[in-house]
């Protein structure tokens, strides 16, 4: 680990089972995350010809928070469960540096998202000449603003460390009493990445419930593709709202604690006090697939196709026939092999799937079924009882009867 100080750092200053709690939860939420995030960028995906423009922050985010995932967690986690921070310091600064751009390109990403829907809700005029270049120079931009905050530490404006609990790293938040230039950094992170960027949100969101509630019956006559806001957009807002709240409510103990380290008596902050302020700060990246997967309604019927068609093809039913003539017969498990139904209820080729002849890769058994051709089979019922017989062998008044 280095000499004496730097080993000291590194060293747990809370309990075991606290840690043990932490590496639990880092552990759940990780999982959580990777799933949920790994879902939505999968449908994201599935329906990128389809995305409106400001659906590209949302998939913008859901990067931002799976790379957080990706970064973090596998050095987090085994740091808690061993109670010491397991690797070295280059480590430890590149896990800081991680935090940091995935973080602020978040929250970044949120106060576009909220400009965005201001300007489509507040200022249709503009808003729906929004496209999609716009959106995607926007998240450029996004990645740009969060990455020169990201790069300062390296450059020497500021400093990254280890967390005072001693198991994570991210930016020193003692070294502003040391440093003049980490106390500016500081002071700028705090009012660029956190007030302003709050400030935006809160006003944006502000102004959009005004809009709406002040005009409702003029937003109402304006329903159209060309004007106003439209049913996608107004869901948009109001999941855009919920995830802004989340992400807010997140961050917003570490961003109080990490103040009251740089700013006040950084000796006075309980150790425990930053360990859960962190961890409550990495849940943040469970809240945006759980909003818009389960909310929105585009995401979430692509979501349930997708999983019918993993369904159908691993559980459909596949015919092979013995010549090109006689087809492919594969279908979904509700349907049975695209058959018509009888006046009985049962399918007019019913189980005839049972009867095809072998696989087409099988030579000598496609020369032996060269003439071969579905029969198609009637269930008939007596009593409880019931039998299976070819509609060829019924008699002329039964098949009347069945046809």
Known sequence: M????????????????????????YTIFGALSLLGNGILLFVAYRKKSSLKPAEFFVVNLAISDLSMTLSLFPLAIPSAFWHMWLFNRMTCTVYAFCGVLFGLCSLTNLTVLSCVCWLKVCCPNYGNKFSYSHACLLVACVWCYAGVFAVGPLSGWGQYGAEPYGTACCIDWHAPSQSSAAMSYIICLFFFCYIVPCTVIFLSYTF?????????????????????????????????????????????????????AAFGNSTAVPPMAFALAAIFAKSSTIYNPVVYLAFKPNFRKSLCRDVAKCRSTLFGCVCWHSSAQKGTCRQSHNEECNSTRLSNGLPENHRTCRHCPCPETDTGARENCGDYSPQQTARILKGSLHSEMAVSQLSNEMQSDFL
């Open 2 to 25: 280095g000499n004496a100080s730097e080993s000291y750092v590194f060293v747990s200053r809370i309990s075991k089972s606290n840690d043990f709690l932490m590496g639990t939860l």
């Open 208 to 260: 959009i419930l005004l809009t709406v509630r002040g005009s409702r019956q003029a937003v109402q006559q304006h329903m159209s593709p060309q004007n106003k806001i439209t049913n996608a957009h107004a869901l948009i807002v109001k999941l855009s709202v919920a995830v802004c709240i989340g992400f807010l409510t997140a961050w917003s103990p570490y961003a109080v604690v990490s103040m009251w």
